[in-house]
């Protein structure tokens, strides 16, 4: 059972950085590709960075240039390390695992990016 917990969110102003952090538990991390996602209220779920278990990385077009995303099989963990922050980025953040047959979701963890 696919187990994800998300950590480092908070709130930063506008410019600010925040690294978020999801640990796995429960699955062979590095065969499962990975993902952020982020929820603004109001809003669908979307995209903001995934990553293959082969190592490329795929980014919304809002985030390029700002966001690195980043894993560490030997801590079954996924990163993401947000710059330049703007209001905008302001939502809930969802780690995803996928592999064929199998996907699971961390619980969400608060980004606010406000002055």
């Known amino acids: 059972q696919v187990q994800l917990v998300e950590s480092g969110g908070g709130l930063v102003q506008p410019g600010g950085s925040l690294r978020l952090s999801c640990a796995a538990s429960?699955?062979?991390?590095?065969?499962?590709?990975m993902g952020w996602y982020r929820q603004a209220p109001g809003k669908q779920r979307e995209l903001v960075a995934s990553?293959?278990?082969?190592?490329?990385?795929n980014y919304a077009d809002s985030v390029k240039g700002r966001f690195t995303l980043s894993r560490d099989n030997a801590k079954n963990t996924l990163y993401l390390q947000m710059n330049s922050l703007k209001p905008e980025d302001t939502a809930v953040y969802y780690c995803?695992?996928?592999?064929?047959?199998?996907?699971?979701w961390g619980q969400g963890t608060q980004v606010t990016v406000s002055s």
């Open positions: 990553l293959t278990r082969g190592g490329s990385a």
């Open positions: 995803r695992a996928e592999l064929v047959g199998t996907t699971g």
């Open positions: 429960g699955i062979t991390f590095s065969i499962y590709n």
